[in-house]
């Protein structure tokens, strides 16, 4: 396919021819692809439809009916949100979609908005990475054949911080029916290209109310403060057990160990948010799935905090283990641990941390009752009354969310 360098919007673009030359009247038309290369307040990286002619166009009407006079009319594309249909190797073996895999599409689609917005004024180019995942439900299952569409907003910026709240739709194309399965709201941070360990500014964006700044400046405040907490207090390891006995701690505890290659990470080197969530999420339904012995579905993540960034060529081990359980669900704790074994001057450190919730259920798809948790030492009574206090205080905060109001 040819690709050309033209000059459009007053910098230079990348233009691909999309198809034969169009008759209109007197004139011929020649559609191309652009891309701009360079920042413009308009059009930057943002793919538009360009028809070009060898002389002058007079007037042509354009898409929406409007008229233009000038050497080439120029209209953005439509770009829509990430949709995929769910396939058998996403799903567990119930058919329903790994948690993993949606927090994966949640994750990439907050990553293109922030990247976009954070490089949408001049300055030093940069890429947007994870910092932290707010606590998100899972609504309802997604299942294979099911088309999931995501779509994100940016809703607040600090001076080096994103806020961007993502929503994924699943579709049954059989009957057009919709439905919400997930809502996330993720915090991403500019690095810069030349130096990665760089943090850079964000540019700020314009609220419609003075309201929503400053509630978003408390959401920033609060998640900040607690991922300070978390990071200092996930200093433990998780250690295997010889002849554990079943339904403790010990018995279901899992951990999976995985080499950092080129496909788990972004063009600069270092792993993508959306591959270490979705690794937590399977180690932490290797747990599930051990201490109950059914089919187990993700039914929410608290905070996910990454500490650190993870590089290629690391070994990472992710470690989940049971920390609370209700009648009807499952806390289990999952730490991720990054060694990088090329680079002795860095020692083994932690780059990740959350709870994940977990239900059992029935071929039916109805929730079971979930055998219980039988702590054993000091530190797993400790962690189990931790998720009881977690549990209980998200259970009162639904509760107060359905009750009328007065």
């Not at 919400?180 to 964006?205: G, I």
């Not at 929503?212 to 990071?231: C, F, H, P």
Request: glycine residues 8%; contains cysteine; charged residues 25%.
């Amino acid at each position: 396919m040819e690709v050309l360098l033209t000059r459009w919007a007053g910098c230079q673009a990348r233009k691909v021819p999309l198809g034969p030359p169009l008759s209109c009247g007197n004139m011929t038309l020649k559609p191309h692809l652009a891309v701009s290369l360079a920042p413009h307040e308009q059009t930057c990286g943002k793919p538009v439809l360009l028809w070009e002619s060898p002389g002058p166009l007079g007037d042509l009407p354009s898409p929406e009916g409007c008229w233009s006079r000038g050497p080439a009319r120029a209209q953005p594309l439509p770009l829509s949100p990430p949709s995929r249909i769910m396939r058998p190797d996403d799903a567990n073996v119930a058919g329903n979609v790994h948690g993993g895999t949606i927090l994966k599409m949640i994750e990439e689609a907050g990553a293109i908005i922030s990247t976009r917005h954070c490089n949408s004024q001049d300055g030093e180019r940069c890429v947007a990475a994870l910092a932290r995942v707010e606590r998100t439900d899972f609504l309802s299952p997604m299942c294979i054949g099911e088309v999931a569409h995501v779509s994100a907003e940016i809703t607040y910026t600090s001076k080096h911080s994103v806020e961007v709240q993502v929503h994924v739709m699943s579709e049954n194309i059989l009957t057009g029916n919709k439905k919400l399965t997930n809502k996330a709201t993720l915090w991403y941070v500019p690095l810069s290209l030349k130096n990665v360990d760089k943090v850079l500014e964000v540019p700020p964006v314009v609220y419609s109310r003075q309201e929503q700044e400053e509630e978003g400046r408390k959401r920033y405040e609060a998640q900040k403060l607690e991922r300070m907490e978390t990071k200092g207090r996930n200093g433990d390891i998780v250690q295997p057990v010889l002849n554990p006995e079943p339904n403790t701690v010990s018995y279901s505890q899992s951990s999976l160990i995985h080499l950092v290659g080129p496909s788990d990470c972004t063009l600069h080197g270092f792993v993508h948010g959306g591959v270490t969530m979705k690794l937590m999420d399977e180690v932490a339904g290797i747990v599930a799935a051990r201490h109950c012995k059914t089919n187990i579905v993700t039914a929410s993540v608290d905070a996910i905090n990454f500490h650190d960034k993870i590089r290629k060529g690391c070994v990472i081990t992710i470690s989940g283990r049971m920390t609370f359980t209700s009648n009807k669900s499952m806390e289990i704790e999952v730490l991720v641990d990054a060694d990088p074994v090329v680079d002795n001057s860095q020692k083994r450190y932690r780059a990740a941390s959350a709870f994940f919730t977990y239900v059992s259920l029935s071929q039916e798809g109805k929730s079971l009752p979930v055998p219980q948790l039988l702590p054993e030492t000091e530190d797993e009574k400790k962690r189990f009354e931790e998720g009881k206090g977690r549990y209980l205080q998200m259970k009162a905060k639904r509760q107060g969310q359905v009750e009328p109001q007065p």
